[in-house]
């Protein structure tokens, strides 16, 4: 089992930054797949970025690409989100997943190739 614990959000003015941070305990997460999603009031969760376990390969979706930047520490068992220019619109609950073992899936986006989810992180962008 994995547990995921998300840290880092809070009240931010546009255009400013946070990093998000997502610490795993109960087994290594070295070898997952490791993915961001958010889910905005009354919205779907929606994928924002993903990493491979090694860490040299990163996917984004478009509203997030050029703006945020996923990274991991294996050593610290931990994946990070840095979020730049944050909009208004990027007001989230923001949730990181683990996926499966050295496995990149055909589809990012899709939950159901996330296996163990943390709790979240509220980030709020004000105007």
């Known amino acids: 089992q994995v547990q995921l614990v998300e840290s880092g959000g809070g009240l931010v003015q546009a255009g400013g930054s946070l990093r998000l941070s997502c610490t795993a305990s109960?087994?290594?997460?070295?070898?997952?797949?490791m993915g961001w999603f958010r889910q905005a009031p009354g919205k779907r969760h929606e994928f924002v970025a993903a990493?491979?376990?090694?860490?040299?390969?990163?996917y984004y979706t478009e509203p997030a690409a050029g703006r945020f930047t996923i990274s991991r520490d294996n050593a610290k068992n931990t994946v990070y989100l840095q979020m730049n220019s944050l909009q208004p619109e990027d007001t989230a609950t923001y949730y990181c997943?683990?996926?499966?073992?050295?496995?990149?899936?055909?589809?990012?986006?899709?939950?159901?190739?996330?296996?163990?989810w943390g709790q979240g992180t509220q980030v709020t962008v004000s105007s």
């Open positions: 997943a683990a996926g499966d073992d050295r496995l990149v899936p055909p589809t990012k986006s899709d939950k159901t190739w996330y296996h163990y």
């Open positions: 109960g087994r290594s997460i070295s070898s997952c797949f």
């Open positions: 990493v491979t376990w090694d860490g040299v390969s990163t």
